[in-house]
């Protein structure tokens, strides 16, 4: 018990001396709301875009096509210090990301901090620049990627953008409200996830990923193509992406793709077992891809236990797919 109370004493007092640090280290800056600012939807988060930056339909932010740049606003549970700690440089070497400055800034009086750096990507060199904000009970991460050969000037008006960020804890907000798209989990115990970023996320106990034994979650994502596709495409398209999971499959359950209907449209359904490749372990994958004209949905169910329980519920749920709320 003394062992467990000193090493709480012990992180508790690095934390502070931490949050100290910033408060001496950082830089005010006070960023006043004006018409040129877009609170980004599911957030607490507004920005004003860079020039040439659109809202994206693919991710959380904003995107400039002709650049190929990019700007992700992620939400991040927890309290801003703890989070800043944790995104260290050993951290992000391992996402990739050299961090060549770090920056602490008290943006209208939350504690922030900026990362500028470099990462490899698809063989492709990117500028990165991050910034974490937010308070003791949430945090947002700004991520901001732009292809190494972009002007100086387009990377200042993105940092500068980033640095204009205001973070108001009164906007209200869901994680779920940044989706066009919803689904139907009454009934199932299936809780909203406390982190969401590409995808509608749900788990049994509501944290991403799940704590519990069976760690059972569901993720709801949409894409866009460019051009119809033929049956045999969707197909093709299902067993592509099923076989993407890390997983050595059970050869003896594994299933082909098989027609499936959610309301008045339609798609196609798998599902297996298999054992995970990192973890060795045994998990179960549900998906369905539902289509509509040139959008699809991937809903995919993920679990380590009561396979026959939890495909009912996977099954449910991807019936009850709307894709306009």
């Not at 700004?142 to 804890?169: F, T």
């Not at 069976?214 to 993720?219: G, Q, R, V, W």
């Not at 398209?237 to 359950?253: H, T, V």
Request: with cysteine; hydrophobic share 35%.
């Amino acid at each position: 018990m003394k062992r467990i109370l000193f090493i709480f004493t012990l992180c508790f007092f690095a934390f502070s001396l931490f949050s100290q640090s910033i408060n001496t280290k950082a830089i005010e800056r006070t960023n006043n709301i004006n018409a040129n600012y877009k609170t980004v939807v599911g957030t607490k988060v507004k920005l004003i875009p860079p020039r040439g930056f659109i809202e994206s339909n693919s991710y959380t932010g904003f995107q400039h096509e002709l650049a190929g740049s990019s700007i992700i606003i992620s939400e991040i549970p927890g309290e801003v210090n703890r989070n800043m700690i944790g995104l260290d440089k050993k951290y992000l070497i391992k996402t990739g990301v050299v961090v060549d400055k770090q920056t602490f800034y008290k943006i209208n009086g939350f504690d922030a901090m900026l990362i500028e750096g470099q990462q490899v990507a698809y063989g492709k060199t990117y500028t990165k620049i991050m910034l974490l904000i937010g308070d003791i009970y949430r945090s947002y991460l700004i991520s901001a990627s732009m292809p190494s050969n972009v002007s100086k000037r387009h990377i200042e008006e993105v940092k500068e953008s980033v640095l204009g960020v205001i973070y108001d804890p009164k906007i209200e907000s869901q994680l779920s409200d940044r989706f066009d798209f919803s689904v139907d989990v009454s009934g199932t115990g299936l809780k909203k996830g406390n982190l969401m970023l590409s995808s509608l996320t749900y788990s049994d106990d509501g944290n991403v990923p799940s704590k519990t034994q069976e760690k059972t979650s569901m993720t709801i994502r949409k894409s866009t193509i460019s051009k119809a596709l033929s049956e045999e495409e969707k197909i093709i398209l299902c067993k592509r992406l099923f076989e993407a999971y890390p997983l050595e499959w059970d050869s003896k359950i594994k299933q082909d793709p098989k027609p499936f209907v959610a309301g008045n449209f339609k798609g196609y359904e798998m599902y297996a077992q298999g054992t995970h490749k990192e973890m060795f372990v045994k998990e179960f994958i549900y998906q369905t891809i539902i289509f509509v004209n040139l959008d699809y949905y991937v809903i995919t169910g993920f679990t380590y236990g009561k396979v026959e329980d939890n495909l009912k519920i996977f099954k449910k749920v991807a019936a009850s797919l709307k894709p306009n709320k």
